[in-house]
């Protein structure tokens, strides 16, 4: 079965830095992974997504992920944060066993400091 | 905008009362899914139709029940309710529940029961 482990519930970045959010996956087969982001109440908004091939994979408001296989990690990074990231930040991977359903993560809340 | 619309936004009732949530999926869109977010739980998947016919349940409780209609929309309902079924219910849409889709989700319906 498929999971996902988020470190981190809560993590402060200074306005400029880097932001690294991490996310650590277990599938027996190829997974399918994603990150979606989630503003305060509003719905979950897709930021990138890992199917097949590069394994970097650049997504929307300059964030970007890593597929790494040999660790089994999927950690979202932005060179440079920026006020309006302040959020709520779930990866997920999608369940392989017919119905594709999403299994995400416990989310990761970050914290942009002026 | 993701293109997937859930109504009531907000909804406010008893303990023990029913409630019908409805999701319009993105047009063009065969597979809707269901997730619950809470606090205890976080995002759990509920159930996922597929062009009107029921394809995986989840974590769904025997006192809730959904169905997708001919035109494609869903309804979730939930019955008997209790306190702890306070939560975000979110609808999201995907064009065939394929391998690898992006699901679009909604924006939620918050629902609170006193």
């Known amino acids: 079965a498929q999971s996902v482990t988020q470190l981190g519930s809560h993590v402060s970045v200074s306005e400029g830095a880097l932001v690294l959010l991490r996310c650590n996956y277990s599938?027996?087969?190829?997974?399918?992974l994603f990150w979606y982001v989630q503003y305060p109440n509003q719905g979950l908004q897709l930021l990138l997504k890992?199917?097949?091939?590069?394994?970097l994979v650049k997504g929307i408001n300059g964030f970007e992920a890593e597929f790494k296989k040999s660790e089994t990690s999927f950690h979202l990074t932005k060179p440079s944060a920026h006020m309006s990231d302040a959020a709520e930040y779930f990866c997920?991977?999608?369940?392989?066993?017919?119905?594709?359903?999403?299994?995400f993560g416990t989310g990761t809340r970050l914290k942009v400091l002026a | 905008d993701s293109g997937v619309t859930q109504t009531p936004k907000h909804l406010i009732t008893a303990t023990g009362q029913r409630v019908t949530l409805r999701c319009s999926p993105r047009?063009?869109?065969?597979?809707v899914y269901w997730y619950q977010q809470s606090l205890d739980q976080g995002l759990q998947f509920l159930i996922q139709?597929?062009?009107?016919?029921?394809?995986a349940k989840g974590n769904i409780l025997e006192r809730f029940s959904a169905q997708q209609f001919p035109d494609l929309h869903s309804e979730l309902n939930l019955s008997s309710l209790e306190l702890g079924d306070s939560a975000l219910y979110f609808c999201?849409?995907?064009?065939?529940?394929?391998?690898?889709?992006?699901?679009?989700f909604g924006p939620g319906t918050r629902l609170l029961v006193l």
């Open positions: 999201a849409s995907s064009a065939e529940g394929g391998p690898g889709e992006t699901q679009y």
């Open positions: 599938s027996s087969v190829p997974p399918y």
């Open positions: 890992y199917t097949t091939g590069a394994t």
């Open positions: 997920a991977v999608s369940d392989q066993t017919g119905t594709y359903k999403y299994i």
């Open positions: 047009s063009g869109d065969l597979s």
């Open positions: 139709y597929y062009n009107g016919e029921e394809r």
